[in-house]
């Protein structure tokens, strides 16, 4: 696959894989590599331009990330943001200081004036709001280049060698609160670097496609199906490249939410592949049974999982090709440190190493989730699927707090779905990031109709996040709330009183379990 690319050099900031996302909507494919990553690597990238990120280091401290001053020779483009204009500025003879308190540190939204004969500005307003995050100040900017924007108290807050393609920023134009940020990338991209929007997923979808044929010719190719977006797209795809050789094995373990299964069987319906669904309902619950410790839980049903998964392996004989839903996060080298585990994740997509098998493939090793769904639109999956929430690897096993049994799971089935079917018919589902049911293991007593009840409380949660990390409890109207509420504890047996959880994360993970 060759497509026009720019390196998005990353220095450690928080935004950087924002940017990338930005460049790539704007029909320009980019990668991001580390500031680490040798020259000549990125030189045989062939790069039509580079983006370097902000970053929390101040450019003189010594530990600070510099760059390889020969990448300013290669005659590609730079755009540097935030800490990627001042370490521009510093290696190209300039001077960076801390700011000093009457000088220019400045954070959060600012008033921004723009010189529109820049090409970074051409055809924008000349005034604007800039999103601010920098406290170092360029005391010096660099022999050639010119000031081209500023604000109230910062004369240099945008700098530009036009001649030589080099702008810098210390505003983050990646972010929404930015105006007309994105117009900025736009311009460094079209008009400074010469791209042409060569990126689209129509064009991708029939690259892959060809490329999937050559590099499978006859083989077969085994892929487990989860029914989350990435392992689905990478199924259609497939299902689209090689047919008949594909076999999709789903592993339906119980735990998946009401009409799931069957919705996700009738969406490979179209395609002549082979679709294996394993019923494996009894098998897994016979295995929980008593079980009420999360991290049991999730251990036992990955390790049930890989175990249906090798049966299902072997009965099919030898397979060429495993196909894996990997996607572009997962493989961007980021410069985070170990984290403490909080929950051991299982991701029913990560298969055991000794199926007997030759390659994996992972077709969607290139694309944000965003660019996952556009595909997976292009290729006509349904939008319930395109558009699915995340959903855990172990499903609602670890949305019944305490021991499972099928009755609890049932009615945890029911109560989700109403409850998801309200957020989607007040056109809530649009705000919120993730949201689901959890059937709790508290009892308490209610009245309904002139008799005592003793029954389940069921909790609803509903999160707003970008990245999953962290997340804020999102504020469902109180009408909605109501509507949800009485629907549920009208027609779901067992559940006679429900709450809302209002907590965010941290200090709370958005699962229960
Ligand atoms: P937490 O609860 O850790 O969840 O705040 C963060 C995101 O991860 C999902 N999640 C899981 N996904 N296997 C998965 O594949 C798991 O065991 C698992 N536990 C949580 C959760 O739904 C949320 O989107």
Same mark, same amino acid.
């Given at each position: 696959m060759s497509h026009q690319t720019v390196i998005v050099l990353d220095f450690g900031g928080q935004y950087n894989q924002l940017i990338a996302r930005r460049v790539r909507e704007c029909g320009v494919y980019?990668?991001?590599?580390?500031?680490?990553?040798?020259?000549?690597?990125?030189?045989?990238?062939?790069?039509?331009?580079?983006?370097?990120?902000?970053?929390?280091?101040?450019?003189?401290?010594?530990?600070?990330?510099?760059?390889?001053?020969?990448?300013?020779?290669?005659?590609?483009?730079?755009?540097?943001?935030?800490?990627?204009?001042?370490?521009?500025?510093?290696?190209?003879?300039?001077? *960076?200081?801390? &700011?000093?308190? /009457?000088?220019?540190? +400045?954070?959060? @939204?600012?008033?921004?004036?723009? #010189?529109?004969?820049? %090409?970074?500005?051409?055809?924008?307003?000349?005034?604007?709001?800039?999103?601010?995050?920098?406290?170092?100040?360029?005391?010096?900017?660099?022999?050639?280049?010119?000031?081209?924007?500023?604000?109230?108290?910062?004369?240099?807050?945008?700098?530009?060698?036009?001649?030589?393609?080099?702008?810098?920023?210390?505003?983050?134009?990646?972010?929404?609160?930015?105006?007309?940020?994105?117009?900025?990338?736009?311009?460094?991209?079209?008009? *400074?670097?010469? &791209?042409?929007? /060569?990126?689209?997923? +129509?064009?991708? @979808?029939?690259?892959?496609?060809? #490329?999937?044929?050559? %590099?499978?010719?006859?083989?077969?190719?085994?892929?487990?199906?989860?029914?989350?977006?990435?392992?689905?797209?990478?199924?259609?795809?497939?299902?689209?490249?090689?047919?008949?050789?594909?076999?999709?094995?789903?592993?339906?373990?119980?735990?998946?939410?009401?009409?799931?299964?069957?919705?996700?069987?009738a969406a490979f319906a179209r395609w002549d592949i082979n679709f294996v669904r394993v019923d494996a309902e009894t098998r897994f619950l016979l295995k929980l049974a008593g079980e009420a410790e999360p991290e049991r839980k999730r251990k036992i049903i990955g390790e049930e999982f890989i175990r249906v998964f090798e049966e299902e392996a072997k009965k099919i004989g030898r397979v060429d090709y495993l196909v894996q839903g990997t996607i572009y996060p997962d493989v961007i080298e980021s410069g985070a440190g170990d984290a403490a585990v909080i929950k051991s994740h299982h991701n029913v997509g990560g298969l055991p190493d000794y199926v007997d098998f030759k390659e994996i493939i992972e077709p969607l090793r290139l694309l944000f989730k965003d660019e996952v769904r556009q595909l997976g639109r292009e290729l006509g999956l349904p939008e319930y699927l395109v558009m699915r929430q995340p959903f855990p690897g172990p499903g609602l096993a670890i949305r019944v707090i305490g021991d499972l049994t099928k009755e609890k799971l049932d009615t945890l089935r029911d109560a989700d779905a109403i409850y998801r079917e309200e957020i989607a018919a007040a056109g809530e589902d649009k705000n919120i990031n993730q949201y689901f049911a959890v059937l709790t293991n508290t009892r308490s007593v209610g009245v309904m109709g002139d008799g005592r009840t003793y029954d389940y409380t069921l909790a609803l949660r509903a999160v707003t996040t970008s990245d999953f990390m962290t997340a804020d409890w999102a504020r469902i109207p109180y009408d909605v709330l109501d509507r949800i509420s009485t629907r549920i504890v009208n027609e779901v047996k067992g559940i006679n009183r429900i709450v809302y959880d209002i907590t965010s994360k941290p200090p709370a993970t958005i699962e229960w379990e």
């Open positions: 980019c990668e991001v590599k580390p500031y680490t990553t040798p020259l000549e690597q990125l030189k045989a990238m062939k790069p039509i331009g580079f983006i370097f990120t902000g970053g929390p280091n101040s450019v003189y401290d010594e530990k600070a990330p510099h760059v390889d001053p020969a990448i300013f020779e290669l005659g590609v483009p730079v755009l540097g943001i935030c800490y990627g204009c001042q370490l521009m500025a510093h290696t190209l003879g300039g001077q *960076v200081t801390a &700011a000093q308190e /009457d000088t220019a540190r +400045e954070y959060g @939204k600012t008033e921004t004036y723009y #010189d529109t004969t820049c %090409k970074l500005f051409k055809g924008l307003p000349e005034q604007g709001i800039s999103w601010m995050s920098h406290g170092d100040y360029m005391a010096k900017v660099p022999e050639g280049f010119a000031l081209t924007a500023r604000t109230d108290a910062c004369p240099n807050v945008a700098i530009a060698d036009e001649k030589r393609g080099f702008y810098g920023v210390q505003y983050h134009p990646e972010v929404n609160h930015t105006q007309h940020g994105v117009d900025m990338i736009r311009n460094f991209l079209y008009e *400074v670097c010469g &791209a042409t929007g /060569d990126w689209t997923m +129509e064009d991708y @979808k029939n690259t892959a496609i060809r #490329d999937i044929r050559e %590099k499978v010719g006859d083989g077969k190719v085994l892929l487990a199906l989860s029914g989350g977006v990435d392992s689905s797209v990478a199924a259609a795809l497939l299902a689209e490249a090689v047919g008949k050789q594909l076999t999709c094995v789903f592993v339906d373990h119980g735990l998946m939410r009401k009409n799931e299964g069957d919705e996700v069987e």
